[in-house]
């Protein structure tokens, strides 16, 4: 009986995905054939319409719908539409985006691409949080330092951005705080929830504004055992956002948090281990101990903070400039080792921006640089179960990352924008071993300089439809952890990779608005592609693997079917996500051996998500998401594969309004049909069987409690 329930949902959902279209358009035109007049207002902004929101991406302040790139908005709604303890679910129902968390706190983000080159973190994606460098100087960036509850949106930009945002092929990744209103409030709140596998949540926050100034200060803590054997988590947060009207023409922002975090990590297992008893963490092999005889996991103590001050000089222009100052320290007791780091980075980003309208044309232009220092001090040391042993070596690595860049936006009559962008690109590496008196050393390792450029159109072809077209070029030097990895040598010879990408996409609203869509394919061709492999202990290094071919369709679909009604359902939503990606190797050969045509490691041939959101009278809610995942390679020879799985998730809840008190009450529960899947999958992995896998939770359960006064 439950496999029959199971194979019934799953032929639903595929069902329902490839008539979706045909759904909403049949609904939507009955909807509008039969609506009153007040059907005809502008859609509310709890809906996720798009067609009034102003995206910040490239500097544009354009409608969604006029862009010339494929932009993808996470607002809070769709943030916490999953509890609020992860970011995960929330960006696996983007199409193109596949975020993986291979145990609770270990994040790994791609955007159209692989995770060739993350075995771990989040790499080759420039992320920015309220407009300033979150990503560090080596390119890394410590994503599962923030509490997805002090988020208000999220921009994430898909396709190389290298023209604006500096190093990266896969894209940018642009997260928003809540600045607040200058409405003269003092505002209180508070959260609480719990769920299986001893998950706690709980968050603070105090909001104050004026005209002149906006506080935000935010609190929070989570905590979870884990699913598996050495994987539980423990997260604080403390997070305050500022602004302050200056004067009329300057205004000056500041970001900053104090991120207390430390997760364990249990290791891979191979498939017959995944299949007997999942909450396995990583066994002793040979003379290698386990994960929970080294107490494998990750101590990681943040701080960062930010100020942009933003001047308007009149007659069109303006400035933004920006101030970044942040310290890791960071522990991490491996199988193998027991690193220490500690980092410290700075960052400066200036954009000078002009603006001219005359008789059906306007021009606005940017042009700036971003300057990015760090310094990390790298010390290696035996592991002993848990404690730093004798030392192995200790490094000291310098880098500092700038580029320059100008973009130009052209609005020809209200149906054509022009965009185009370059940035010049540098990098450099100063690498010093400290235990090795005798070397040769310092050993200097530069990228660059590299140009890369992008160019966008778009036009209107219809009331708030748009076909836009781009080409851009993106390049991504290898990061610390590349040239540095846990095999312990410098690599000197690796090289960034680099390519171009076409693309072309339909997106906007029909049927009054009813049903937003964006529909795109592209072509991106990477050279000299980073990958990842393992050597015989377990330890990674990383090698130019010659090039790859990466194109694929994405479409997302969202239909408002009900909206302000007066009956029982107040408004139903149906949404979905497909994501076509049959990359594949190119010119891939490591010493004898060619993986040339081969599929792509780590990416699935496609995602289907789906999704019905609705409100009742009464203001209850209920959301319900469907994620369909086909098998994917696990290593180059395409000799293993992750097998497809779906995932049922649904959240139930109840809104109070009590005068200036709202509470929320919600209930959740996550893979329902209690699949075993792997989401986080070690690629090109080590053992005999390989240790693939890093199991997900089953079925598991969450409930909780907010309150806002």
């Given amino acids: 009986m439950k496999?029959?329930?199971?194979?019934?949902?799953?032929?639903?959902?595929?069902?329902?995905?490839?008539?979706?279209?045909?759904?909403?358009?049949?609904?939507?035109?009955?909807?509008?054939?039969?609506?009153?007049?007040?059907?005809?207002?502008?859609?509310?902004?709890?809906?996720?319409?798009?067609?009034?929101?102003?995206?910040?991406?490239?500097?544009?302040?354009?409608?969604?719908?006029?862009?010339?790139?494929?932009?993808?908005?996470?607002?809070?709604?769709?943030?916490?539409?999953?509890?609020?303890?992860?970011?995960?679910?929330?960006?696996?129902?983007?199409?193109?985006v596949r975020m993986e968390e291979r145990s609770p706190g270990s994040y790994r983000l791609s955007i159209r691409g692989s995770l060739l080159r993350s075995p771990f973190g989040v790499r080759n994606i420039k992320i920015y949080i309220d407009d300033v460098p979150l990503t560090d100087a080596t390119g890394n960036t410590y994503l599962n330092l923030l509490d997805p509850n002090h988020l208000q949106s999220a921009e994430i930009i898909k396709g190389p951005s290298s023209s604006f945002y500096g190093a990266n092929t896969g894209g940018a990744l642009l997260l928003h705080n809540d600045a607040g209103s200058t409405i003269k409030a003092n505002n209180f709140s508070a959260g609480l929830s719990g769920g299986s596998f001893g998950m706690f949540n709980e968050e603070t926050g105090w909001k104050y504004s004026n005209k002149k100034f906006v506080s935000n200060l935010q609190q929070g803590h989570l905590q979870h055992d884990g699913y598996r054997q050495q994987s539980a988590l423990r997260r604080d947060v403390l997070q305050w956002n500022g602004k302050w009207n200056m004067t009329a023409r300057e205004t000056l922002s500041f970001v900053a948090f104090y991120s207390n975090l430390h997760y364990e990590t249990p290791g891979g297992i191979n498939k017959r281990q995944m299949d007997s008893l999942p909450t396995l963490a990583r066994q002793p092999a040979g003379p290698l101990p386990g994960a929970v005889q080294q107490n494998a996991g990750i101590y990681n103590k943040a701080g960062f903070a930010a100020a942009t001050l933003r001047s308007d000089f009149g007659s069109g222009f303006g400035n933004s400039t920006s101030v970044v100052a942040d310290h890791t320290d960071y522990k991490n007791p491996f199988i193998t080792n027991y690193e220490m780091r500690s980092e410290w980075n700075y960052s400066a980003r200036t954009d000078f921006n002009y603006v001219k309208e005359g008789k059906g044309i306007k021009l606005k232009a940017d042009a700036g640089a971003e300057l990015q220092y760090g310094t990390s001090h790298v010390d290696l040391y035996g592991n002993k179960g848990g404690v730093a042993d004798t030392v192995q070596y200790k490094d000291y690595i310098r880098a500092t990352q700038y580029f320059l860049f100008a973009q130009v936006n052209l609005n020809i009559g209200k149906k054509f924008l022009l965009q185009a962008g370059i940035s010049n690109n540098n990098l450099r590496y100063h690498y010093e071993r400290t235990t090795d008196p005798a070397g040769d050393y310092p050993v200097i390792k530069k990228s660059g300089p590299t140009t890369s450029p992008r160019f966008g159109i778009s036009y209107e072809v219809a009331k708030e439809v748009s076909l836009y077209g781009t080409i851009a070029k993106g390049f991504s030097p290898p990061t610390l952890a590349e040239i540095l990895p846990s095999a312990g040598q410098f690599t000197v010879n690796l090289k960034p990779e680099y390519g171009w990408n076409y693309e072309a996409g339909l997106k906007g609203a029909v049927l009054n608005n009813r049903v937003e869509f964006n529909a795109s394919f592209y072509y991106f061709e990477l050279k000299d592609a980073i990958v990842r492999r393992v050597n015989q202990i377990g330890a990674d290094y990383f090698v130019n693997a010659g090039g790859t071919i990466q194109k694929g369709v994405e479409v997302w679909l969202n239909g408002h079917i009900i909206n302000g009604g007066s009956g029982f359902i107040r408004s139903l939503n149906l949404w979905n996500s497909f994501t076509y990606q049959p990359y594949r190797f190119d010119e891939y050969v490591l010493g004898a051996v060619s993986y040339s045509g081969n599929k792509l490691t780590g990416v699935p041939r496609t995602v289907d998500v789906a999704g019905m959101d609705v409100k009742t009278k009464g203001h209850y809610f209920f959301n319900i998401t469907f994620n369909c995942t086909s098998s994917l390679p696990l290593n180059d020879a395409n000799s293993y594969e992750a097998e497809p799985y779906h995932l049922l998730q649904c959240r139930i809840g109840k809104d109070i309004v009590s005068g200036a008190v709202n509470i929320k009450?919600?209930?959740?529960?996550?893979?329902?049909?209690?699949?075993?899947?792997?989401?986080?999958?070690?690629?090109?992995?080590?053992?005999?069987?390989?240790?693939?896998?890093?199991?997900?939770?089953?079925?598991?359960?969450?409930?909780?409690?907010?309150?806002?006064?």
Wanted: glycine residues 8%; aromatic residues 8%; charged residues 10%.
């Fill in 3 to 96: 496999l029959l329930l199971r194979r019934t949902l799953v032929l639903s959902h595929c069902l329902f995905s490839t008539r979706l279209t045909a759904v909403f358009i049949l609904t939507c035109l009955s909807i509008k054939l039969t609506a009153q007049q007040t059907d005809s207002l502008p859609i509310i902004s709890d809906t996720g319409s798009l067609q009034t929101v102003r995206v910040t991406a490239f500097a544009s302040q354009l409608k969604w719908k006029d862009l010339p790139a494929s932009v993808a908005i996470l607002t809070k709604q769709n943030l916490l539409r999953y509890g609020g303890t992860s970011l995960v679910p929330a960006m696996n129902t983007v199409a193109g």
């Fill in 665 to 709: 009450l919600f209930a959740g529960g996550d893979n329902l049909l209690n699949e075993v899947y792997s989401l986080g999958n070690d690629i090109n992995a080590a053992g005999n069987p390989p240790r693939f896998y890093n199991p997900a939770p089953g079925r598991n359960f969450y409930a909780g409690a907010g309150i806002t006064f």
